[in-house]
């Protein structure tokens, strides 16, 4: 199973700062990294699919990099909406298919 | 427009069984590539997948969970249906709907969107 870590678990910055959330994989899973954003008391929402692709409807402000281990979500000029839990998720080697525990991004 | 919506019991007792459907619009099972899933989230804590099922009746399971679980389609309805036998408080939590798509080759696809989720207590 591939375990994912996240870091950090929570980051608190200010609406225009820009944001950078770690997910590392216990093994290489190439290219097939998710990140999602989950609001309270709602559902995740796709963010960033294929390690760099923006789901549709996802501002430019946000962009994914990384492949093999490790990987990251980068948000600039953080907007008050942004402000959620985040998770990673691997799609490389699976069942099962697993998510980091999440970053939650906290306005300062 | 995409739309999957989750019913099912609010409150089951341990050693029950349950069960959970999934409605969908604005997509078909019988396209190729595509699948719907199960993911839940325990109160306060992060996301596991429980299971998925594809356009031609294939199904995978979470394997720590697989001797529980059983997804099932009717196509001609958009519906999934879920259930998970001999449950317990620890598997009290939020249960989603996903559409599992987006890759050109399924193995690679990606849950979008999701269901607003049911919560299931086991008391």
């Known amino acids: 199973e591939i375990e994912l870590t996240q870091s950090p678990a929570t980051l608190s910055l200010s609406p225009g700062e820009t944001a950078t959330l770690s997910c590392r994989a216990s093994?290489?899973?190439?290219?097939?990294l998710a990140w999602y954003q989950q609001k309270p008391g709602q559902a995740p929402r796709l963010v960033i699919y294929?390690?760099?692709k923006r789901a549709t409807g996802v501002p430019p402000r946000f962009g994914g990099s990384g492949s093999g281990t490790d990987f990251t979500l980068t948000i600039s000029y953080l907007e008050p909406e942004d402000f959620a839990v985040y998770y990673c998720q691997q799609r490389y080697d699976w069942p099962p298919i697993t998510f980091g525990q999440g970053t939650r991004l906290e306005i300062k | 427009q995409i739309t999957l919506k989750e019913s099912g019991p609010t409150l089951v007792k341990p050693m029950e069984t349950l069960t959970l459907t999934c409605n969908f619009s604005g997509f078909s099972l019988a396209t190729g590539g595509v699948g719907v899933g199960w993911i839940r989230q325990s109160p306060g804590k992060a996301l596991e997948w429980l299971a998925l099922?594809?356009?031609?009746?294939?199904?995978r399971y979470s394997p720590s969970l697989k001797s529980r679980l059983t997804i099932t389609k009717d196509t001609s309805k958009n519906q999934v249906v879920l259930t998970m036998t001999y449950m317990e408080p620890v598997d009290t939590g939020t249960y989603y709907c996903?559409?599992?798509?987006?890759?050109?080759?399924?193995?690679?696809?990606?849950?979008?969107?999701w269901g607003q989720g049911t919560l299931v207590t086991v008391s």
């Open positions: 996903v559409r599992d798509s987006l890759a050109s080759n399924w193995y690679y696809n990606w849950f979008d969107p």
């Open positions: 099922i594809y356009w031609d009746n294939d199904k």
């Open positions: 294929d390690a760099s």
């Open positions: 093994q290489s899973v190439g290219g097939y």
